[in-house]
């Protein structure tokens, strides 16, 4: 991802402030500091393996003894794993499952490890040429080895593999080529199946990945098995964060091994590394403008209850007003349960569409709701009129709806960028052809995902496979890196963890996940409630940057890309208090994938044994999307302290 071109962008937005004139003086002062914060980097950055090759050749050229290391935190975090199931390391029964490279490697020396502290270790090797010194050392220290090459050696160790305390999973990391084949590929596949069936199975630990897994891209194509534990070495990488391997890695360890993470710009970073980043802060002489007006043409006749839901969300965090486009109808609803909503056409600082606005398939032909509908199309069409120095082209595009209906001022549409939430009923008044959407940020679950992609493809090539729901789920990340070629736009991929991918196309994409909602979430209007909440981020934090910066370089190419720069961090920042407040109102704990502080092979970590005992994690309680609104200040208030 362009990280460091991101943070630059942000730096050059938000520059220019004297600290003494906001109260929250922490966000832009302590950016570079958390950014460059190793552990906080080792935990919450990921690096693709061409660069993970990079960063480990320089210290394996320098001689470090990297495998050994990693093998000492894998084996100090399978002797926490057993503690914490109050296993003694000398009743426990470990199988060291072996692939053929440097993986295998890993797993060898750390079953020499566990056996000398007294457990019994089993090596089941699936090459017949596993690490030659790492073999050496297992089997000195009293490992017993069996080597696979049939299904039939495989239904021999199967029951004693599944009667094991724990597995080790050390047969394919980052060297892996495609999905698990042959021998390996079968005793994976023959475990699945009892891990998904049997009253008792081992906990897993796999080494760096889980074996199979699609390390860059997070796909689970192959036969996985679930890890409970996973020790990545040196650096986490994209599978670690990234969906749906994210789920299959269970907790995640990272074995620290003094990689240099100067060397280059992670590929992908957790939403918490930068949703602080646009915290706007506050000033002692705000007003309800500067602090932001979030727009919203929401809602319908036929789906009344997004529009609330979506306007109480905005207004709870953080914007000086909130304004409402939308039928008769609904403003008088809302009127009665959100007193302090502006109703009626004019400026905002950001805008949200579509949230409960019915989409093509559905539209039935109420006035009020064609109307909502109309209003959007006009609106998107206005923002790809900014981008157009053709002044007749600006015209024209206006030309479609009465100036009185529209529901923005129209000379407000002028320079500084004004952000644009499409959510929902407003993504296929997308098109593709006239549309210059890099500041804007769509939201689509999978479902929509699919239907968009379809659609926007069929319009503009020849591509001609058909997406499917099931595509998407598998390949999140592949299907959002598509909708954001073909838009421009920044895609907020929503799901249990949810992906962003933005930036100006002619980058690298930023690639940023929210993991930290749990799944009492996925409930009726929880998007609702996200798509306000986000485009108040974006109206807050564009009133910021419009008041702070000069007119030179708002008219400046540069404000552009910068700001296209900055949607993925905006979307990130609202996916990520969204999950934050979901998890408040529920009281869940992080359901799994804690990545825990970084192990150091110096220095093994005693409390690790208690972090992992508490696996038994508070699953919370079922909530409604308006209790997620109820708590938006207070994770907004939490953010803005440790920020
Ligand atoms: N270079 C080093 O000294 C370090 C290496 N480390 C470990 O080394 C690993 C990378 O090692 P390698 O590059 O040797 O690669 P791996 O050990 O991850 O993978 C290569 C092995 O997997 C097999 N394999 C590949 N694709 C397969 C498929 N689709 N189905 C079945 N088998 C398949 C290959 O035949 C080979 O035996 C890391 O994941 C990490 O565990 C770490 O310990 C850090 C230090
Ligand atoms: N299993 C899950 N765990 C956590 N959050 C989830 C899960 N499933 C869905 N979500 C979140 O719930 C929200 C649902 O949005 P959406 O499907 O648009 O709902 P609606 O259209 O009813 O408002 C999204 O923010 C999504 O990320």
């Known amino acids: 991802m362009s990280f460091s071109a991101a943070r630059a962008a942000y730096q050059r937005l938000y520059a220019g402030v004297p600290s003494s004139q906001y109260r929250n003086t922490g966000n832009i002062a302590n950016t570079d500091q958390s950014a460059s914060n190793t552990d ?4 919450h950055a990921a690096w693709n393996v061409k660069h993970v090759r990079a960063m480990e050749q320089p210290l394996l050229e320098a001689g470090r003894p990297l495998m050994a290391q990693a093998a000492h935190c894998i084996a100090q975090s399978a002797v926490a794993l057993l503690q914490s199931r109050g296993i003694r390391l ?33 090596l089941v090797c699936t090459s017949d040429a596993p690490h030659a010194q790492g073999l050496a050392a297992a089997q000195q220290a009293g490992c017993d080895c069996i080597t696979l090459h049939t299904d039939q050696d495989i239904a021999q160790v199967l029951t004693t593999i599944c009667d094991a305390d724990v597995i080790i999973d050390a047969l394919a990391g980052i060297g892996i080529k495609g999905s698990l084949r042959g021998v390996t590929g079968n005793l994976v596949q023959q475990l699945r199946e009892a891990q998904y069936t049997a009253q ?21 194509d192959g036969p996985i098995l679930d890890a409970t534990l996973t020790v990545a070495c040196g650096v986490l990488k994209p599978c670690h964060l990234l969906p749906p391997a994210a789920y299959v890695c269970g907790d995640i360890i990272v074995a620290d091994l003094d990689f240099d993470l100067t060397l280059s710009d992670p590929s992908v970073v957790h939403a918490d590394l930068v949703a602080h980043w646009c915290m706007s802060p506050t000033r002692f002489d705000d ?14 006749v036929a789906y009344l209850g997004a529009a609330l839901l ?35 056409s004019g400026t905002a600082s950001a805008w949200v569409v ?107 090539s020849a591509q001609l496979t058909q997406v499917s729901v099931h595509d998407v789920l598998n390949h999140p990340v592949a299907s959002a890196l598509q909708l954001w070629q073909t838009t421009g736009a920044t895609v907020l991929l929503k799901g249990a963890h949810t992906v962003i991918v933005g930036g100006p196309r002619e980058q690298e994409p930023t690639i940023i996940v929210a993991d930290n909602a749990c799944s009492w979430m996925a409930t ?19 009133e910021w940057i419009a008041r702070h910066s000069t007119p030179e370089y708002r008219a400046d190419a540069q404000y552009a890309v910068d700001f296209a720069h900055l949607m993925p961090i905006l979307a990130a920042a609202g996916a990520h208090w969204h999950g934050f407040a979901g998890r408040l109102a529920s009281g869940a704990d992080r359901s799994h994938g804690v990545v825990y502080p970084p192990c150091n092979p110096q220095q093994p970590q005693p409390a690790l044994h208690a972090w992992l005992r508490s696996t038994m994690r508070n699953t919370g309680k079922p909530i409604i999307a308006s209790d997620i609104i109820e708590r938006i200040p207070a994770a907004m208030q939490a953010a803005y302290q440790t920020a």
């Open 310 to 344: 979506s306007v109480r969300a905005a207004s709870r965090a953080g914007v000086g007003m909130v304004r409402y486009c939308g039928p008769e109808h609904v403003r008088a609803m809302l009127l009665a349960q959100v007193p302090e909503a502006v109703l009626g």
């Open 200 to 220: 008792h199975f081992p906990a897993v630990l796999a080494v760096d990945t889980p074996s199979g897994v699609g390390v860059d891209d997070g796909s689970c």
């Open 524 to 542: 009726a209007g929880s998007g609702d409630v996200l798509a306000g909440l986000t485009g108040a981020i974006c109206a807050s934090a564009s």
């Open 354 to 460: 579509g949230s409960g606005v019915p989409d093509s398939r559905h539209s039935q032909n109420s006035v009020g709701d064609e109307q909502q509908r109309q209003a959007i199309a006009t609106l998107l069409q206005e923002y790809c009129a900014l981008g157009q120095t053709d002044h007749e082209a600006q015209q024209s595009h206006t030309e479609q709806m009465p100036a009185e209906q529209l529901p923005v001022e129209p000379s407000y549409m002028a320079q500084p960028i004004r952000p644009m939430v499409i959510d929902a009923g407003a993504l296929d008044l997308i098109d593709p052809h006239t549309q210059q959407l890099s500041h804007t940020i769509v939201t689509p679950h999978a479902a929509e995902c699919a239907r968009l992609l379809n659609t926007l493809q069929s319009q503009s």
């Open 90 to 122: 000398e009743q426990a029964r470990i199988i060291a499952a072996i692939g053929g490279g440097n993986n295998g490697g890993d797993g060898l020396f750390a079953a020499s490890e566990l056996r000398t502290l007294g457990a019994t270790v089993t």
């Open 40 to 43: 906080m980097l080792l935990t």
């Open 287 to 300: 007003s309800k403008y500067s602090r932001g007006v979030a727009g919203l043409v929401t809602g319908s």
